[in-house]
């Protein structure tokens, strides 16, 4: 039960207090997020070690903030990042993709509706990330053969692939977390397919939605990899000592490349020189350009620079570099969590002697306004980001089929499937010992993690990749800042001033108002953010209203995974930005309507499903 109290005191509002910074600093993508986490927990041990709170005569534990590293929905999770990252190397969903992919020149309509109840179902058991991943180049490829715009297709994929996520309590992150909220405060323990009929049923709505109604609400966007306009990547061209500018003005440099060539900045070790026409370029200077790749290699031979990444100039001459001697060609390589490039500088990238690889420049999808940093090699690359690389074709074609980096120029096939079979059998025991109630969820899918090494689906190094840490500390904060919640009363606080607030209203308006709430705050901050610190305040309003929690729970859990709003509300949304040409006004346009069908009828649908 919540405590009851009438007034906040100093801890609770301290509490509230650190919850609105937490989700301020969690918008703030210049900070890293498990930077951010690790200030929220260090101050919440560090405030209530010097600051005790007694509740009741006995004094609430530090270590209470501590506990979310050992949550059983954290196990969980976890375990099923590692799985899907096994069901994503093997290549064991690649069948059903191809399926719906093959269907497409047939009729393209019924294809679409093929394609999206097929991810839906999907993403039901299987994260988020490595579906689309693995749709990706299947979409590419298939806008390559129809000569239609991938941008028709692949932003209702990555909707279908959110909406289908709700549907089972594995489906996401955000679902395990409210489950296992609900049931650490003793108000029930959720079943896999308890969420399933309303999920269904609502769910089916959005997906005609996204069907016949998304593809016409956008433009069609020339998609970077097949189109010809190709991304704008920020790049570094160091001049040579023999080169052409060595000792040259830039208005010299810039005649030669007939002033296609946009300097943004110029660099002498650590000064920043005025881009005068007249200033003498030396050898060893770098100029900041941004274009396209071809333009950027163009402009390295006709100036005599390097263009390789900050860093990796000597990487790149030494003999002993894998790609050297073959035939060189670009690639554009996506992004993801897990991948070697996730959360590294690119002065840090070293692909070298592993992949045969060298980074060039770099892509970043940008929030409207968001300015270019002028030095690529000081980014932080974050999932849904493009770096250009160079090597040889043998060499992208092996990074590709190792199932660590996404490809997205159509170079390369798709990896072939390895050991799928086993690893599909293994996603199957985890999903029925848990559906059946044969163990838990978070012992099955660890079970299913050891299987999955013992069986060859993963190598050991593979799994702590596909744990990022950022996730990780993120989802403990949140289960931190809400136990900080529930221990200082300021939940059941918080849900007496809604109760308050809400005056007379019906139930199912109240149930409607917080699934509207959710829904805007996962757009904003993360969704698992939203949801554990929703779902305490939710059940302490069915409690104080002596109404069954479990559709205030619900509500909590189906709005926070409204995260269709911005491409900045899911981690699959910037990949889907990144790899199909969208633009902020397109999520705007095609998410919100969906938020708003979704809305309308989870608020008729829970109320009706639980007789209120």
Not at 158 to 180: E, R, Y
Not at 240 to 255: H, N, Q, R, S
Request: charged share 15%; with cysteine; hydrophobic share 55%.
């Amino acid at each position: 039960m919540l405590t009851q109290t009438t007034t906040p005191d100093a801890h609770g509002i301290a509490v509230v207090v650190l919850i609105v910074l937490a989700l301020i600093l969690f918008t703030r993508d210049r900070l890293p997020l498990e930077s951010s986490s690790l200030v929220v927990i260090i101050v919440l041990v560090v405030g209530f070690h010097l600051f005790p709170y007694e509740v009741d005569g006995v004094v609430v534990d530090p270590a209470l903030f501590l506990l979310g590293f050992g949550n059983q929905a954290l196990v969980a999770i976890c375990s099923l990042l590692i799985i899907g990252k096994a069901l994503e190397t093997t290549g064991a969903l690649q069948p059903v993709a191809r399926f719906a992919g093959d269907q497409w020149s047939k009729r393209p309509s019924v294809a679409l509706l093929l394609m999206l109840v097929v991810v839906f179902v999907m993403s039901a058991f299987v994260n988020d990330t490595p579906i689309v991943v693995l749709m990706i180049p299947i979409l590419v490829g298939i806008a390559l053969r129809v000569k239609l715009p991938a941008s028709r297709f692949m932003l209702p994929m990555g909707l279908a692939t959110i909406m289908g996520g709700m549907s089972t309590t594995i489906g996401t992150s955000t679902n395990l977390l409210v489950v296992g909220i609900t049931r650490d405060m003793g108000v029930a323990d959720i079943g896999m397919f308890d969420i399933t009929l309303p999920a269904l049923i609502v769910g089916g709505v959005g997906l005609l939605y996204v069907w016949l109604v998304v593809p016409r609400l956008l433009p069609d966007r020339e998609t970077p990899m097949t189109g010809t306009h190709p991304r704008l990547f920020d790049a570094r061209l160091t001049v040579c000592e023999d080169g052409f500018a060595a000792g040259k003005t830039l208005k010299d440099v810039l005649d030669k490349t007939q002033h296609e060539m946009r300097v943004e900045q110029i660099r002498r070790g650590e000064s920043v020189l005025a881009k005068f026409p007249s200033v003498v370029l030396q050898p060893g200077d770098h100029l900041y350009v941004t274009d396209a790749p071809e333009n950027l290699k163009r402009f390295e031979m006709a100036i005599g620079a390097t263009l390789y990444g900050p860093g990796h100039e000597a990487e790149a001459e030494s003999p002993e570099f894998p790609g050297r001697e073959s035939q060189q060609q670009l690639a554009e390589i996506v992004v993801t969590i897990g991948s070697p490039l996730y959360r590294k500088k690119l002065a840090d990238v070293s692909l070298g002697p592993a992949f045969g690889l060298i980074p060039l420049a770099v892509y970043q999808a940008r929030a409207p306004g968001e300015r270019a940093a002028k030095d690529p090699g000081s980014v932080s690359l974050r999932a849904g980001d493009v770096v250009l690389m160079q090597g040889g074709r043998q060499a992208i074609e092996a990074a590709q089929s190792r199932g660590k980096m996404l490809v997205v120029d159509g170079m390369s096939g798709l990896p072939k499937a390895h050991r799928a079979k086993r690893a599909l059998l293994v996603l199957v025991l985890v999903v029925a010992a848990a559906a059946f109630g044969l163990l838990p969820i978070a012992t099955s899918a660890l079970i299913g993690v050891g299987l999955m090494i013992a069986l060859g689906c993963i190598a050991w190094r593979d799994v702590g990749r596909s744990l990022p840490v950022a996730v990780i500390m993120l989802i403990v904060a949140s289960l931190a800042m809400g136990k900080a919640l529930v221990a200082t009363g300021m939940a059941a606080f918080l849900a007496g001033g809604f109760v308050s607030a809400a005056g007379g209203l019906p139930t199912p308006v109240i149930i409607s108002a917080f699934i509207l709430i959710m829904a805007v705050l996962t757009n904003i901050v993360s969704n698992n953010a939203a949801a554990v610190i929703g779902t305490p305040i939710a059940i302490g309003v069915a409690q104080q209203l002596g109404i069954d929690p479990m559709p205030f729970v619900l509500a909590v859990l189906f709005g926070a995974n409204m995260s269709f709003a911005t491409p900045f509300g899911y981690q699959t949304n910037l990949l889907i930005l990144s790899t199909g040409g969208y633009r902020f006004t397109d999520f705007l346009k095609a998410g919100v309507p969906l938020i708003l069908i979704l809305w309308v009828g989870f608020s008729i649908v829970l109320p009706l499903l639980y007789g209120l």
